[in-house]
């Protein structure tokens, strides 16, 4: 008997034991079964599904890497990715600069109406994209828009800037610049408001001038939040859908059809299968994307 | 106080090798799916006063809502056991998901003839419903509901292509509009036009790729064919889309075309200055002058398509909608008896088409696709005063009575507009001949979507 009440005892003192070991992952669990549910599960259900041919009914068939291989060998495909990243090279690199540039100006103490300046810069970023892709259809109208009616005044020739191969990808990046630079503006801002004061105080003292602070110690300071931006911004123009679906429908001739649009279009035509191959090929390229971006902006003691 | 680094290893496996097996066994696409087709009986109810239940039914937002849902208010008049939960939803955004996933499915939906074929696995086989009133449906509706045989859509409106002209200016050319009985005419009246005004650019081509290879098969359909037949299998390479794309390209190099996008602004102008004259379009084109064009309005007219050889047919369709019933539906049986009622019975399509409180001279966009309510001298819309009080309903009927019978649209259709859509602009802007246009064509949408479809 005396036995048996020590082994209880010792049990109980075990599960005791294991109880504290336990409720931290207890605690933690909804988020897993969440994640899970929201995360993993559609994550591996597009995996499976991009090796697949599937529209939706019926059974699927199993087609290997058919899928990719019809991607990677479609010059539909790596038109869109063209697309993507002539976009990302006509926003990206600007929109860091022009970041930068408002970002300091808003900084400065000394600024007048600086409130209405952020509010001003902001305010695109909160406008619902679509409201806004509206105007721009009404503004760079071909026949009867605010822009060409103002180069007409001037004596210069109607642009198709919407309707012309090579105006719509730039008439885009316009808009993409327009409506996210805001965003640009506040990660940048809470990049230059992280560098204490005294660093500018002791290179003034030392005799650098306004330009040499900005490039030996502004961009050095803020190389984190350029880094940031740069990663963010391309998951962005990777992605960017909205904007062409709205304005061009992704045309002409497939012009602005990004890769986001590209995907969506298999996605709308119950081509599942080839739709998640290609959701799969775009996060891989994305992901080298922005870790080479991480690591060619990494400030120097990092690298070292 | 520290926790063994096997315990949260052990934590971290388990949960992963839990969604790892909970992802290897229900991943599988498609799984749920029943790969055979429902087919949907004759309702068991004998009466209209036995039929109880209540049914969920989609349609487009807008003015057809509002239309519809007075119709639905006479279906309840006379079955008045039934419960109408009408619903305007994005229809194009949401029901193939709706199907897919099989969650809330609706018991009935309007939706496009385009996008039936794709999914008619998840939709109820109606042929044996449908066969009573088989004989009185226009050929090209039954066919593109029709997969593998079996009818899979209730067919409702009929859209044909009509020749909307500006009857001032042919009177001020001297063209008479009875005349103009081909296309090859269509070309002469645009050149008399365009002599005696040399601004005008008469004959109107549309700038939307979408929109364009819509047009394209509408004149197809005229001449008995479509991009794809029944089987699947490709017919671009005919020669009757030759013949039009040769068509468009003598109209283009004869100046005498206007290309701008479906009444956009640049559409509108060109249509109110007077150099657009002739309009090849669908029924659908009426709401223009009703509605769009201030400065012409009661100057345009319709007349039947001209023909593509001499005593060929005068119409094609170019559009249109029917009503299915999902196979997940919770009663399918009471959306049958509100399809049939809208479609096939008389107090159903005259509560759609005749003089109502949203069209007080009635819809006019489009004609029932059911042959007892097409009587040229029983109209179910008004005169058009935007037409100069032209009967359109009798040109409209005469019109649909000789469209052909086509084949289902096929799956791939929206997608093929990424080549024939956007190849048919270069040959508009004289970057392409009619043999480029149907070889490229061809060539992609065999490898990228036939291939793989």
Request: with cysteine; hydrophobic share 45%; glycine share 10%.
């Amino acid at each position: 008997m005396a036995g048996l009440t020590a082994t209880t005892a010792r049990r109980a003192a075990i599960g005791s034991r294991r109880l504290p070991r336990l409720s931290p992952y207890l605690f933690i669990a909804p988020f897993f079964v969440v994640f899970a549910a929201f995360g993993v599960y559609p994550l591996m259900y597009a995996l499976r599904l991009s090796f697949t041919r599937w529209r939706g009914a019926g059974e699927a068939t199993w087609v290997g890497v058919g899928n990719y291989v019809y991607l990677l060998t479609n010059p539909d495909f790596w038109a869109s990715l063209g697309n993507s990243a002539v976009m990302w090279l006509l926003i990206v690199p600007i929109q860091v600069v022009a970041g930068l540039g408002a970002a300091v100006l808003l900084a400065n103490a000394r600024l007048r109406l600086r409130g209405l300046f952020r509010v001003a810069f902001i305010a695109p970023f909160v406008t619902p994209l679509v409201a806004m892709a509206q105007v721009w259809i009404v503004v760079f109208d071909e026949d009867y828009g605010l822009v060409n009616h103002v180069l007409g005044l001037v004596g210069l020739p109607a642009v198709g800037w919407l309707t012309s191969t090579a105006w719509a990808k730039p008439t885009l990046a316009l808009l993409f610049l327009w409506k996210t630079t805001g965003f640009a503006i506040i990660i940048l801002l809470a990049g230059l408001q992280a560098v204490p004061g005294a660093v500018y105080e002791a290179a003034s003292i030392d005799g650098a001038s306004r330009w040499r602070q900005f490039w030996s110690l502004t961009v050095p300071l803020v190389r984190r939040s350029i880094a940031f931006l740069v990663v963010v911004q391309t998951l962005a123009v990777f992605q960017m859908f909205a904007e062409p679906y709205v304005v061009t429908e992704g045309g002409p001739y497939g012009s602005t059809t990004t890769a986001g649009l590209y995907l969506y279009e298999h996605i709308s035509a119950s081509d599942l299968g080839t739709g998640a191959a290609n959701s799969f090929l775009l996060v891989l390229l994305v992901f080298g994307l922005s870790l080479g971006a991480v690591r060619l902006l990494r400030p120097k003691e990092e690298v070292s | 106080m520290s926790t063994p680094a096997m315990a949260r290893r052990g934590f971290l496996k388990g949960a992963l090798g839990i969604g790892a097996l909970a992802a290897a066994g229900a991943c599988a696409p498609g799984g749920g799916t029943s790969a055979a087709p429902s087919k949907l009986a004759k309702p068991t109810t004998t009466s209209s006063a036995s039929a109880k239940g209540e049914i969920t039914i989609w349609n487009r937002s807008g003015d057809l809502f509002k239309v519809f849902d007075a119709a639905i208010g006479k279906f309840r008049e006379a079955y008045p056991g039934v419960k109408v939960n009408h619903q305007a939803v994005d229809i194009d955004a949401k029901l193939a998901n709706t199907l897919i996933s099989g969650t809330d499915v609706p018991d009935g939906s309007f939706w496009d003839d385009a996008k039936i074929g794709g999914q008619s696995e998840h939709l109820y086989d109606l042929t044996d419903l449908i066969s009573p009133y088989r004989d009185k449906i226009a050929p090209y509706k039954l066919s593109v509901n029709t997969v593998g045989g079996k009818i899979y859509g209730v067919p409702w409106d009929l859209d044909p292509g009509l020749l909307w002209y500006r009857e001032d200016i042919l009177q001020d050319a001297g063209v008479d509009p009875a005349g103009i009985s081909t296309y090859d005419d269509l070309l002469t009246a645009a050149r008399t036009i365009k002599e005696k005004d040399p601004k005008t650019r008469p004959i109107h081509l549309d700038k939307n790729p979408f929109l364009g290879q819509l047009w394209l098969e509408m004149l197809a359909n005229q001449q008995g064919t479509s991009l794809a037949d029944a089987q699947g299998k490709l017919r671009l390479e005919s020669a009757e889309y030759r013949r039009t794309l040769g068509w468009i390209q003598d109209a283009v190099k004869g100046e005498l075309v206007t290309h701008a996008p479906y009444l956009e602004a640049a559409d509108i102008n060109t249509l109110d200055s007077g150099q657009q004259v002739f309009v090849p379009w669908a029924i659908w084109w009426s709401f223009a002058p009703q509605q769009l064009l201030k400065a012409t309005k009661g100057k345009w007219r319709a007349a039947p398509l001209p023909a593509w050889t001499p005593g060929g047919a005068r119409s094609g369709a170019m559009g249109g909608s029917s009503f299915i019933i999902p196979a997940k539906a919770k009663n399918p049986e009471l959306a049958w008896l509100l399809y049939e009622f809208l479609c096939f019975t008389e107090p159903g399509y005259t509560a759609v088409y005749g003089p109502n409180s949203i069209y007080p001279g009635g819809l006019s966009t489009s004609v029932p696709s059911f042959s007892p309510a097409l009587r040229p001298d029983k109209p179910l819309f008004k005169p058009i005063d935007a037409l100069g009080g032209q009967d359109l309903w009798k040109v409209a009927v005469e019109a649909a009575a000789t469209i052909p019978a086509a084949a289902p649209l096929p799956v791939w259709w929206a997608q093929s507009v990424d080549y024939l859509g956007d190849n048919t602009q270069r040959l508009i802007e004289g970057k392409m001949s009619p043999d480029d246009v149907i070889a490229e064509s061809a060539k992609k949408i065999q490898r990228n979507l036939i291939d793989r479809s």
